[in-house]
């Protein structure tokens, strides 16, 4: 039962790390821009991708919290988020090594690939739960 206590707290932790970066996204953009020092990236042209990012990434901690309740249950949506936080690490360092994206960008997502293997060992986990 520990364990499984251990497991909601993360992906509560999980959900209130998205909601927070999607409220800097949605709320205090300059903010945002300026942790990931790109202060001069954000344009006018910008903001409405910045806005649908932010909605996305809401929408996951919204599963992330979902999760939380019975991971065992929504097991299906931890996998989504492990596959969602990879693809988001990678193409972060893909357009740091091919655009000059700043620095500070690729640090934050950083905390992605931590989400997505602490996301992966939950799995692990449950396989061997299983046998």
Known sequence: M??????????????????????MMLFVPEFFFNILMMSDALTAEAIPWLHQFGGLVM????GYWLIS?????????V???????????????IDIALFAA???FGILVIADLIFAMFFAAFFVKRGEARK
């Open 2 to 23: 520990k364990s499984s206590r251990v497991w909601r707290g993360f992906f509560q932790f999980s959900a209130i790390f998205n909601f927070s970066a999607a409220f």
């Open 59 to 62: 929408v996951f901690g919204i």
């Open 69 to 77: 309740t019975n991971p065992m249950l929504h097991k299906d949506i």
């Open 79 to 93: 996998w989504m988020g492990c596959v969602g936080k990879i693809v988001v690490f990678t193409i972060a360092w």
């Open 102 to 104: 700043p620095m500070g």
